[in-house]
């Protein structure tokens, strides 16, 4: 089993509307989670951390879900701007050491 | 801050050559990573460096792959000889210590080896 999973997609959306993504983690002992940004041929952005009780950023939702070891990221709203590729980050127990997922491709439709 | 630098953007080569890839880190971030991604594989940690000493390079295919951080301020990927699926974008991060793992990319090396 991965350390990190996503589906790949492309998830394919029309403008406004809201989509989802799951991560899954195989590491119980990991205490911190995050998504990233990566738009096609450029470098990973820090889209923002996923904290315990959940958090939110304008239209963008985190949560983490322990019991089942998943984190998930909500966007309301799409935007076109918001096509990209959303990759999930798990701690690996090292010091300052991240796991990259593959990514999930996200695609905004006018 | 002018961000995570890395050279050269772009490096074509044949099989063989030695390849040296570099990256500047953000001033005062004192933990550097060099990461390869590849449609196959995605993002993959090769080695990185907290105060220029190397923590975890279990990353690092094989032996024709060496890295260096001889100062705060610069490292080095080296990889010798070149191989046809070393072809990859190599990304370089740089992070604080104690400010999580909020991680600055550069813009990477994009790889390809003939």
């Known amino acids: 089993r991965k350390e990190v999973e996503q589906d790949p997609g492309p998830f394919n959306v029309p403008e406004g509307a809201t989509v989802a993504f799951n991560c899954t983690y195989s590491?119980?002992?990991?205490?911190?989670f995050f998504w990233y940004r990566q738009d096609c041929r450029k470098e990973p952005k820090l889209l923002m951390s996923?904290?315990?009780s959940g958090n939110e950023d304008g239209r963008f939702t985190a949560q983490l879900n322990r019991a089942s070891q998943y984190i998930s990221l909500l966007i309301r709203d799409s935007k076109l701007s918001d096509s990209a590729t959303y990759l999930c980050?798990?701690?690996?127990?090292?010091?300052?050491?991240?796991?990259f997922g593959t990514g999930t491709k996200l695609q905004v439709i006018p | 801050d002018a961000g995570v630098i890395q050279s050269p953007r772009h490096e074509v080569t044949e099989m063989g050559q030695e390849v040296t890839l570099r990256c500047k880190p953000i001033?005062?971030?004192?933990?550097l990573f060099w990461y390869r991604q590849t449609m196959m594989r995605g993002l993959e940690l090769l080695i990185y460096?907290?105060?220029?000493?190397?923590?975890?390079d279990s990353g690092m295919p094989e032996d024709r792959f060496s890295a260096k951080m001889p100062n705060a301020s610069f490292s080095t990927l080296k990889i010798q000889p070149s191989e046809p699926r070393d072809s990859a974008v190599y990304f370089c991060?740089?992070?604080?210590?104690?400010?999580?793992?909020?991680?600055?990319f550069g813009s990477g090396t994009r790889l390809t080896v003939v």
């Open positions: 590491n119980s002992a990991s205490q911190s």
């Open positions: 996923v904290y315990s």
């Open positions: 980050v798990v701690d690996s127990g090292g010091y300052q050491k991240v796991t």
């Open positions: 460096f907290n105060n220029n000493v190397p923590i975890d």
């Open positions: 991060a740089s992070s604080l210590e104690g400010e999580g793992y909020g991680y600055t």
């Open positions: 001033s005062g971030h004192n933990s």
